[in-house]
């Protein structure tokens, strides 16, 4: 499974952007779907994730300003990311939970990663 990310850029503060993120390869099931990030000389941080069944959960620091939504046809995922921040600026990084066959334990994989520079 391969993970490819785009939507990352530079936006001003208090701008729009959104991520994409698409799932290739030998997709069986796709279960939960999600974004960190990761800041200069920070750790990497959940920003928000979508079960299959479409539930999400979102960081306090993104609450209200960022949703999260997934296409199951497409093996894709969106962050929709309004007023955004300067302290938003970092890496951003899908991640997705995926089993290969019935009865298997779901394996996680991460993309590559996409920067978010948001500039005061």
């Known amino acids: 499974v391969q993970l490819q990310a785009s939507g990352g850029g530079l936006v001003q503060s208090g701008g729009s952007l959104r991520l994409s993120c698409t799932a290739s390869g030998s997709i069986f099931s796709i279960g939960v779907m999600g974004w960190y990030r990761q800041a200069p000389g920070k750790q990497r941080e959940l920003v928000a994730t979508?079960?299959?069944?479409?539930?999400?959960e979102f960081a306090d620091s993104v609450k209200g300003r960022f949703t999260i939504s997934r296409d199951n046809a497409k093996n894709t995922v969106y962050l929709q990311m309004n007023s955004l921040k300067p302290e938003d600026t970092a890496v951003y990084y899908c991640?997705?939970?995926?089993?290969?066959?019935?009865?298997?334990?779901?394996?996680?994989?991460w993309g590559k990663g996409t920067l978010v520079t948001v500039s005061s």
């Open positions: 979508i079960s299959s069944s479409g539930r999400t």
């Open positions: 991640n997705v939970d995926h089993v290969a066959t019935t009865g298997a334990n779901a394996i996680n994989y």
